[in-house]
C-alpha cells in the first residue's frame, strides 16, 4: 500500500444538496511534490481534509470509499494520530500561531505529543537550522513578515516529522520572492527528507517547477494526473498556463516544433536556443 | 484627467516613517498599478487617496479638493477603496444587503439600487449567493463581494489592494474584465498588487515603491521590462520580458522588449524571417 491511498472516495456535506467529492482515486508515494489544481469549489480542500482525517470525524455528512495514510484507515483512527502522519499549513499562517516566541511556537506541537526533552531540543535545533530561522528564534511570530511567519508554520509542522505535508494555498498572501522561497523550501523537503508534498496552489507561474506530478479536479473529480509537461495542456482550460506556456503554444500552432512544454523561462530558453538552429534551415 | 494628484507626501506611524516624499497621479480612464514588496508604503499611500490618512507633509487633492478639508465619506463617493483583507470591510447579514448597503447610504433610490445591485453580482459571479451571509462565503468569495459592493455604488476612481490574492484562474480573467470595463467607462483603476503576470496584463501605468518612496514611474511596458529596476523593489521579472532577456544572453536578441505572449511570439517570428532572408 502507498503512502496515501484513497479508493473511490466520495463525500456530501451534512446539508449540502450535491457531492463535494465524487469516486476519487488517488495514490502517491513518498518523495513526490503533488500540486493539486483547479477551480475554485472543485473539491481540492475537501480532498485534502480526508488526508487529516476532518472527514469525516469533524465534518458531518455522507462518506463512501476507502482511504488510508500511512498505512492506517483514516475513517478508524483518530486525527490526533493522522497528525502525527499528516502535517498540514493553510493560507494565512496567523491562525496558526500563537506562542510568544518562534522556539516556543515550534516545541510546543512536540510537547503535545510527550516527548523527551532531549528529543524535543534536537527537533527544535534541526527544523530551526533547516528552515534558517535560527536567527529569529526568539522573536514573537506576529513580528515577523508573512513568508517568515509561513516558514515558522511550515516548520512547527515538520518537526513532528509527518512522512506527509498537505499546503492549502500557502503562499496566497506572500510576495512573489518570498512565495518562490517557500515553494523551494517544500520541494527540498520533498528531495531530501522523501516527504509527500500536496500543494494546493493558483499560480503556476510560481508553483509549477517545483512539482513532479500535476493534478487537476474539476466538479469534484479528478480529471487529469501525470508528469506536469504531459497534462499542462489538458488542464490549460480550467487553471490557464503560464505566459512561457502561451508562448509555446503560438509557436507551436504556428508549425515551429519545439520541446516541452517549459515549466519556467529557463526551460523555454534552453528549447528555444536549441530550435533555433533547426528553425532557421 | 487627473483624478487624484498626490504632491510630495510624508506620513509615518507612532514616528516610524511609511511615506518619505511620494508624488503621484491617478488619472480617468487608466489603469495603474502600485506595486513593491511588503511594507513598501503601498496601503498606507491607498489609505490616502479616499482621506483614511491625511497627509503629514504635502497633500493630496481628489478631484481638486484637498483631502485635509473634506471628510471620508465625502471623499468615498468619488474614491472606492477595496482593502486586502475583504473581513474588514463586510458586516451584513446578506450578500446582497452588503451590496445594497452602500448605495442606499449614498441616497440611490431602492429601485435603481436594486438594478445596480443586480449587476454587480452577476458581473462578481455571487448571484447565487446572493442570500448567503457573507461570511459562510470563502475567502475568494468575499473578496469578489467587497469589489461588487464599491462597485455597486459607482466611484469615479476604484481602488483594489490585491485583488488577485487567492482567486482561481477564471476569477482573475473576471476581475481582469471588470477591470477593463471600468476603464472603457472612463473611470480609473488603481491596483495595488505583487502579481506582476495580473499586472503586465491590465495596467496602462505601473509606479514600482520601496522603503516608503516610488522609485520607478512610467508606461507599464516600459517599467515592467525593466529588470534591473523590478529586481530593486524585490518583485520578480514578468516571465515574457525574462525570457527576452536570457535569450539575448545566448545570442538570441529581439528587436523590441516583448511583455507579453503574443508580443514575444511575434518577436521571435519577425526575427526568423529577417534571418531566413540574409
Known amino acids: 500500500m502507498r503512502l496515501v491511498e484513497l479508493r473511490g472516495v466520495s463525500f456530501r456535506y451534512a446539508g449540502g444538496d450535491d457531492y463535494a467529492i465524487r469516486e476519487v482515486d488517488f495514490s502517491a508515494g513518498s518523495g513526490e511534490y503533488v500540486l493539486l489544481v483547479g477551480p475554485s469549489g472543485c473539491g481540492k480542500s475537501t480532498l485534502l481534509r480526508v488526508l487529516n482525517g476532518l472527514i469525516p470525524h469533524f465534518y458531518e455528512g455522507e462518506f463512501s470509499g476507502e482511504a488510508y495514510v500511512a498505512g492506517l484507515d483514516v475513517r478508524e483512527t483518530p486525527t490526533h494520530v493522522l497528525a502525527r502522519h499528516v502535517g498540514m499549513v493553510f493560507q494565512d499562517p496567523e491562525n496558526q500561531l500563537f506562542l510568544s ?8 506541537g512536540l510537547e503535545n505529543l510527550g516527548l523527551p526533552r532531549a528529543e524535543i531540543r534536537r527537533r527544535v535545533e534541526e527544523v530551526l537550522r533547516l528552515f534558517g530561522l535560527e536567527e529569529l528564534r526568539h522573536r514573537a511570530p506576529y513580528e515577523l513578515s508573512g513568508g517568515q511567519q509561513q516558514k515558522v508554520a511550515i516548520a512547527s509542522v515538520m518537526a513532528l516529522e509527518p512522512e506527509v505535508l ?54 469534484g473529480r479528478i480529471v487529469a494526473d501525470g508528469e506536469p509537461r504531459e497534462v499542462l495542456e489538458q488542464v490549460s482550460r480550467l487553471v490557464g498556463c503560464p505566459p512561457v506556456v502561451i508562448t509555446y503554444k503560438l509557436l507551436k500552432s504556428r508549425g515551429l516544433a519545439l520541446e ?22 | 484627467m487627473e483624478a487624484i494628484v498626490v504632491e510630495d507626501v510624508y506620513f509615518s506611524y507612532d514616528g516610524v516613517p511609511a511615506l518619505r516624499g511620494v508624488s503621484l497621479t491617478v488619472r480617468s480612464g487608466e489603469v495603474l498599478a502600485i506595486m513593491g514588496e511588503n511594507g513598501a508604503g503601498k496601503t498606507t499611500l491607498i489609505k490616502h487617496f479616499n482621506g483614511l490618512l491625511k497627509p503629514e507633509k504635502g497633500r493630496v ?3 481638486g479638493i484637498d483631502t485635509r478639508e473634506a471628510s471620508v465619506a465625502q471623499l468615498a463617493r468619488r474614491v472606492g477603496v477595496v482593502f ?25 433610490p431602492l429601485d435603481v439600487a436594486r438594478e445596480r445591485c443586480e449587476q454587480v453580482l452577476k458581473l462578481m459571479g455571487l448571484e447565487k449567493h446572493r442570500h448567503r451571509s457573507p461570511y459562510s ?45 471600468l476603464k472603457a467607462e472612463g473611470r480609473g483603476i488603481v491596483i495595488v498588487t505583487h502579481d506582476v503576470e495580473f499586472a503586465a496584463q491590465v495596467a496602462d501605468r505601473v509606479a514600482l515603491m520601496a522603503g516608503g518612496r516610488i522609485v520607478r514611474v512610467g508606461p507599464a511596458h516600459e517599467v515592467l521590462t525593466d529588470e534591473e529596476a523590478i529586481r530593486e523593489v524585490r518583485l520578480l521579472s514578468p516571465q515574457v520580458p525574462c525570457t527576452a532577456c536570457m535569450l539575448r544572453e545566448r545570442g538570441i536578441t529581439l528587436t523590441n522588449t516583448p ?3 503574443g508580443e514575444l511570439y511575434l518577436e521571435l517570428v519577425r526575427l526568423l524571417r529577417r534571418q531566413a532572408m540574409r
Open chain 1, 166 to 219: 498537505v499546503l492549502d494555498e500557502p503562499t496566497a498572501n506572500l510576495d512573489p520572492l518570498s512565495a518562490l522561497e517557500v515553494l523551494s523550501l517544500v520541494a527540498e523537503l520533498a528531495r531530501e527528507k522523501g516527504v509527500l508534498v500536496i500543494l494546493v496552489e493558483h499560480r503556476l507561474e510560481l508553483a509549477l517547477r517545483f512539482a513532479t506530478r500535476l493534478v487537476a479536479m474539476e466538479k
Open chain 2, 259 to 261: 511583455l507579453l505572449p
Open chain 2, 137 to 181: 462565503l470563502s475567502v475568494g468569495e468575499r473578496k469578489r463581494l467587497a469589489i461588487a459592493a464599491v462597485l455597486g455604488y459607482g466611484p469615479d476612481i476604484v481602488v483594489l489592494d490585491e485583488p488577485t490574492a487567492g482567486q482561481d484562474f477564471l476569477n482573475k480573467c473576471k476581475i481582469g474584465g471588470v477591470i477593463a470595463a
Open chain 1, 101 to 108: 516566541s518562534v522556539e516556543r511556537e515550534i516545541a510546543f
Open chain 1, 260 to 281: 516541452g512544454p517549459p515549466l519556467t523561462p529557463e526551460e523555454f530558453v534552453d528549447s528555444l536556443v536549441r530550435g533555433w538552429e533547426a528553425w532557421r534551415r
Open chain 2, 61 to 63: 487633492l481628489v478631484f
Open chain 2, 84 to 108: 486586502q483583507n475583504p473581513d474588514h470591510q463586510l458586516f451584513a447579514e446578506s450578500v446582497e444587503e452588503e451590496v445594497l448597503f452602500a448605495m442606499k447610504n449614498m441616497g440611490l
